[in-house]
């Protein structure tokens, strides 16, 4: 026992202080050397991750005589001046059964999402103002493409359409140039400073303090309301 630990004569299985039966191991990596410390934590599956701290005196190796020259490339990852060949493993294809998996369930729960949203626009209220946005362009900004993708813009606004079409309500589309965020929705005011995204509240000249996403939509309702009418 060291710390609380022992290993089987293999270490094939692991015994922890107060356990009464030892634990299967499978190894993400091996280590030689004496562990100083570990910690475990259980999934939620029942599944136990054991991480191991061992301080491992490096050596410097005994002097070869040999040299190579590496090419790194695709098919091989690595071919060797010697002949010696590293196979690449491929780890996309041996994944790539799994991601599709798992990129069906996002675009499932992601359609979900959007259908549960949109229908309930749609059952609450008879007019409904919406920003025609500028996905094109907010798609060539990457960091915004990302959270755009996520957020389903496109496919929102064509269920809000066909569901409106549907339901007998009407869908106002507020122009791409409708100052919606900058502009102060008690006054009309529009922002005196230099616009920009990372400006999440503000303050305008009247006193009104206004959270940047709910100002826009309070203006892109009204300019709805005003479109629709
Ligand atoms: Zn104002």
């Known amino acids: 026992m060291s710390n609380g630990f022992k290993w089987d004569a293999d270490k094939q299985s ?46 410097q190796l005994p002097i070869v005589n040999k040299t190579v020259g590496v090419d790194v ?12 060949k590293f196979n690449n493993p491929r780890l996309t294809n041996r994944y790539a059964k799994k ?25 609450e209220n008879q007019v409904i103002g919406i920003e025609s946005l500028k996905v094109k362009n ?5 960091k915004l493409a990302k959270h755009l993708h996520d957020a389903n813009f496109g496919e929102i606004a064509r269920q809000l359409e066909y569901k409106a079409d549907w339901y007998g309500r009407k869908l106002s589309a507020i122009s791409q140039w409708f100052p919606s965020s900058k502009m102060c929705s008690e006054c009309g005011a529009l922002y005196a400073g230099q616009w920009s995204l990372a400006i999440r509240t503000w303050t ?26």
């Open 99 to 123: 991601l599709a998996k798992a990129s069906r369930k996002l675009a499932n729960s992601r359609r979900d999402f959007t259908h549960k949203m949109t229908s309930t626009l749609i059952n």
């Open 14 to 59: 692991l015994l922890l202080a107060k356990m009464k039966q030892p634990l299967k191991i499978k190894w993400s990596r091996y280590f030689t050397g004496k562990p100083s410390s570990l910690t475990v934590s259980k999934t939620k599956s029942g599944k136990y991750f054991v991480s191991i701290l061992v301080k491992e005196a490096i050596k």
């Open 204 to 229: 305008c000249a009247c006193g009104a303090v206004h959270d940047r996403d709910h100002n826009a939509a309070i203006n892109i309702h009204k300019e709805g309301l005003r479109l629709a009418a």
């Open 73 to 84: 490339g695709i098919k091989d990852l690595a071919i060797c001046s010697d002949g010696v």
């Open 138 to 142: 907010m798609v060539k900004n990457r």
